[in-house]
């Protein structure tokens, strides 16, 4: 019963809840007429979550599922009064705030809670999620038959790759913290605040690349569907996004930053695109430098 709790109550257990409670896309943090403070109960659940963390008892985990069943009416009641207030306090003339109201909701990147494909509709989240997984696979599959022949390998090619403790705290710091977390669920944030004092990841990176072989977790990937024009509540309209371990991504980095300092030098002065430092307007302004005294010569 405890290791039960512990999984029901852990990380991925709430992460999930206050993921519901985002998509309801309203929390009001004021005394509503007949409604308690939503954040006050908020904050009650999550003292009751840590406690029951220490100590999990079968009634502290009723409390817990009790107390998040009245959470969530709460929130829809108070999103209904909020969406009621909205239009009674709007004139014909003057509807911005539901505009920007009604704006705010379809940005929303949650998925509709009904999903279909061809003629298969899916309300559960297994079924949606064989859905995905359906797709996903077809587009897979046709990017590997599409993918070019292996040509021969270049004449010039880079030799080991060498990392040294000072390039791995530089990509530390430099790690976007709102990138989401991977497998691991090691977000950037924590590495980066923890540069100074992680010394693990140098050390592995170092006999990765050594020995050729990646460690097995990195090579599992989230998947997660992102809605794209057209009718939302359509598989076929959505594209996976692929979530990487956040440790992976250092060290894809530090390869990076190495085979661009091998490559930089190798590329034509006259290749704009996909280089650091340049860009399309530089190029435009090349031309005309160009152009222009042929044009004045009228050549």
Known sequence: MLRESGHLFGRPYIKGFFSSLQQLKFVPTLNLVGLPVTRGRINCLNTLRRKHRRSPTLLSKRKILDLEHKLLNHILEAKL???????????????????????SCSSSRQLPSVMSMDSVTALDDSIKANLFNQFFSVLSSHAMTNQSQIRSPPEVCIGCVNILPADVYKTLTQLKTP???????????ILKHCASAIFL???LFCQSLMHGVLPQEWKVHLITPSSESGERSDVKNCRPITLLCSVSKVLERLVFDHITTFIVPLITTSQFGFVKGKSSQQQLLVMVHQITPNLEAKL
């Open 201 to 203: 990841p140098h050390h």
């Open 81 to 103: 009064l909020h969406q009621t207030n909205l239009v009674s306090n709007s004139s014909p003339n003057d509807i911005g705030n539901i505009t920007r109201y009604r704006n």
């Open 179 to 189: 990138k989401s977390m991977g497998i691991d669920q090691i977000g950037p944030v």
